[in-house]
């Protein structure tokens, strides 16, 4: 069974104040869960959640962000808590659980972790992003910065290529989303790693993906669940 991260952002605990009699129902059982005091418990069987329907998002007036660790088998919902853009470097986004935990994505593209163990301290990808956003084939180095027990600086440099793989559709929560599927190839000599992402749009919004955040931490999951 899933367990959980930190979960139930409030962003879904904000539809028990509101919305469709489902969706108030789901965010209620939410928000009982975090009184129980089980979410984010390495010790305490976290509480389940409601399954997640789409009169429950259109509910929700906040982004939402689901993700999920592939080697601990979590899943958290997440909630922006701060942004800012760089000039040419796209937008940087903080997405963080009810607990300690942040995602921080640039453009969609993972480039720093916090409080999930084996973080990733930041990432330099700016030849991802820059294939994101115009859809083609770019190739360089990638770095990313991982950070030790001993809270020195590992980094990994990766020769990558990303390529555009063709139209997909892709369903998220009983919604199907028109996206152009993108495929990251990175290596170097100890190995090489695989990344996906589905951009939606013209503004280049990474709808879902599955990107590598390590040695240790492995592959995270995201599907942006609501703008």
């Known amino acids: 069974m899933t367990r959980l991260l930190a979960l139930a952002s409030l962003a879904l605990i904000t539809a028990c104040s509101g919305g469709t009699e489902t969706a108030t129902g789901q965010g209620q059982a939410i928000k009982e869960a975090i009184k129980a005091g089980n979410f984010g418990k390495r010790n305490k069987q976290p509480a389940p959640l409601p399954v997640l329907t789409r009169d429950l998002l259109n509910s929700i007036t906040i982004s939402s962000l689901e993700t999920t660790v592939e080697t601990t088998n979590t899943t958290a919902f997440m909630i922006p808590i701060a942004a800012r853009t760089n000039s040419g470097n796209g937008k940087i986004v903080v997405w963080k659980t009810v607990g300690t935990e942040n995602i921080i994505l640039r453009d969609g593209v993972l480039v720093g972790t916090k409080g999930l163990g084996n973080d990733l301290g930041s990432t330099d ?103």
């Open 125 to 227: 990808a700016r030849v991802t992003v820059r294939g994101l956003q115009t859809r083609s084939t770019k190739t360089g180095e990638k770095t990313l910065y991982i950070r030790r027990d001993d809270n020195t600086i590992e980094p990994i440099r990766l020769q990558c290529e990303i390529t555009n793989v063709g139209p997909e559709s892709v369903v998220i929560v009983e919604r199907s989303y028109a996206t152009t599927h993108m495929r990251e190839v990175c290596s170097n000599a100890t190995g090489r790693v695989v990344n996906d992402f589905w951009v939606e749009g013209r503004d280049g919004t990474v709808r879902k993906s599955r990107q590598w955040g390590g040695p240790r931490l492995g592959y995270l999951s995201f599907r942006l669940l609501k703008k």
